[in-house]
T-cell receptor, first 113, second 112 residues
């Protein structure tokens, strides 16, 4: 069985500062890893994903994440935060059939002036 | 392009009343379909998933059921709602053999 741990339920950064949202996973087989973003009262939007190949994955809105197998991590970063990045972010892992995803509990990102 | 619809967007129901939430997908065939619930301040809990018409897998025992009467239609139901059924219900789809899931706009259910 797989699991996902997101460290920090709330993260606050200043506009223009680095964004770092942490995600660690547990999986007995090579994982597929995902980051989703959720704006208030909306569904989830796929930011980026890692399946195989290059371990540094670039996504939408300037976000990227790096798969580190030795650390079982898939942290999400963005060099410069924008006010529009304020949202909740979910890390997820998939390994089984039917593409089932296991989600972390989410990290709420606040961006301040 | 693919589109996923959910309705209603918001629903307020009394305890003990029935429930029917509908999800439809356009622009793809034979998708995997999923129902999630998101309670306030918590992550997403997978409720049901389906790999084909009439094929439903339940992830957790609860007061809800799901059905897939057509290839691109997924319905979440309850005969008698409980207060604990309140939450934000999300439908999602994926292409078989790939992990990406694409989510609908959600239905906010409040049981009073």
């Amino acid at each position: 069985a797989q699991s996902v741990t997101q460290l920090g339920s709330h993260v606050s950064v200043s506009e223009g500062a680095l964004v770092l949202l942490r995600c660690n996973y547990s999986s007995s087989v090579p994982p597929y890893l995902f980051w989703y973003v959720q704006y208030p009262n909306q569904g989830l939007q796929l930011l980026l994903k890692y399946t195989t190949g290059a371990t540094l994955v670039k996504g939408i809105n300037g976000f990227e994440a790096e798969f580190k197998k030795s650390e079982t991590s898939f942290h999400l970063t963005k060099p410069s935060a924008h006010m529009s990045d304020a949202a909740e972010y979910f890390c997820a892992v998939s390994t089984g059939t039917a593409s089932k995803l296991t989600f972390g509990t989410g990290t709420r990102l606040q961006v301040t002036l | 392009s693919q589109t996923i619809h959910q309705w209603p967007a918001t629903l307020v129901q009394p305890v003990g009343s029935p429930l029917s939430l509908e999800c439809t997908v356009e622009g793809t065939s034979n998708p995997n379909l999923y129902w999630y619930r998101q309670a306030a301040g918590r992550g997403l809990q997978l409720l049901f998933y389906s790999v084909g018409i009439g094929q439903i897998s339940s992830e957790v025992p609860q007061n809800l059921s799901a059905s897939r009467p057509q290839d691109r239609q997924f319905i979440l139901s309850s005969k008698k709602l409980l207060l604990s059924d309140s939450g934000f219900y999300l439908c999602a789809w994926s292409v078989r053999s790939f992990g990406d899931q694409y989510f609908g706009p959600g239905t906010r259910l409040l049981v009073l």
